[in-house]
């Protein structure tokens, strides 16, 4: 009579999926990385630029953000910063749901709030840098 078989911790074969694994997590952890490192230059350019060579915060008002608007540079530069930080917390706001959602349900209806309201954010942000104008008022 032999022992029975153990399955090596985390082997495929315990009830996971062996057809189609995904290295998303991996590109998800990678993104993080990089998109922080490029947020850094981001955001520390902007309060740079801001705060220390155009005059400081006293100077920002409604014809200040029409002026900077008015170029594709800036546009670029705030719509990237936009971008990359919402899908930077977005994706790490996923992980911290995966982690301590302890119900599947809960789980995805939370994701799906996070999914809908990041959307909805990025989707205005950008219409709001796209379609800025100056001659309003």
Known sequence: MSAPSID?????QGGRRTSQRSNFELYSWLFMRISGLVLVFL????LFIMNIL???VQRINFAFVAGRW????????DLL???LAMLHGTNGMRTIINDYAERD?????LKMLLYVSAAFIILLG???IFT??????
Do not use: C, E, K
């Not at 090596?8 to 495929?12: D, H, I, L, N, V």
């Not at 955001?43 to 902007?46: A, I, K, P, R």
């Not at 349900?105 to 209806?109: I, K």
């Open 54 to 56: 155009d005059g400081g």
């Open 126 to 128: 950008t219409l709001v």
């Open 105 to 109: 349900q809960t789980r995805f209806w």
């Open 8 to 12: 090596a911790p985390r082997s495929p």
């Open 43 to 46: 955001v520390l350019g902007h």
């Open 70 to 77: 008015a170029s594709p540079f800036w546009q670029s530069w």
């Open 132 to 137: 800025f104008d100056p001659n309003i008022g």
């Open 81 to 83: 910063m936009l971008w």
